[in-house]
Nanobody, 119 residues
Framework: QVQLVESGGGLVQAGGSLRLSCAAS????????MGWFRQAPGKEREFVAA????????YYADSVKGRFTISRDNAKNTVYLQMISLKPEDTAVYYC????????????WGQGTQVTVSS
């Protein structure tokens, strides 16, 4: 019932920055969490970050804590992932998700956007 449209992926050198955006539409989702997973070649899809839409509480994977910041714009129904000090290990397809709880279970996925960090 929630549609998610991502943008902002691209190619960046190690140490650089990118900002991902995810615009949400559809039925109201104020009780949802929204956030990001990523999947690198040969690896499982892993949790990156999440934000509680109503309260704004944020959660991060240890691998990105201190480098990535998740935020929301209520007026635009959009969640952002600001990524700095990017590493080659951050290379993955990043997927926006909205759902229940920190890990956004029983929710909807965006289409994914490629982030490539060169060494």
């Amino acid at each position: 019932q929630v549609q998610l449209v991502e943008s902002g992926g691209g190619l960046v050198q190690a140490g650089g920055s990118l900002r991902l955006s995810c615009a949400a539409s559809g039925r109201t989702f104020s009780e949802y969490f929204m956030g990001w997973f990523r999947q690198a070649p040969g690896k499982e899809r892993e949790f990156v970050a999440a934000i509680s839409w109503s309260a704004g509480s944020t959660y991060y994977a240890d691998s990105v804590k201190g480098r990535f910041t998740i935020s929301r714009d209520n007026a635009k129904n959009t969640v952002y992932l600001q990524m700095i000090s990017l590493k080659p290990e951050d290379t993955a397809v990043y997927y926006c998700k909205a759902g229940r709880g920190v890990y956004m279970a029983y929710g909807d996925w965006g289409q994914g956007t490629q982030v490539t960090v060169s060494s």
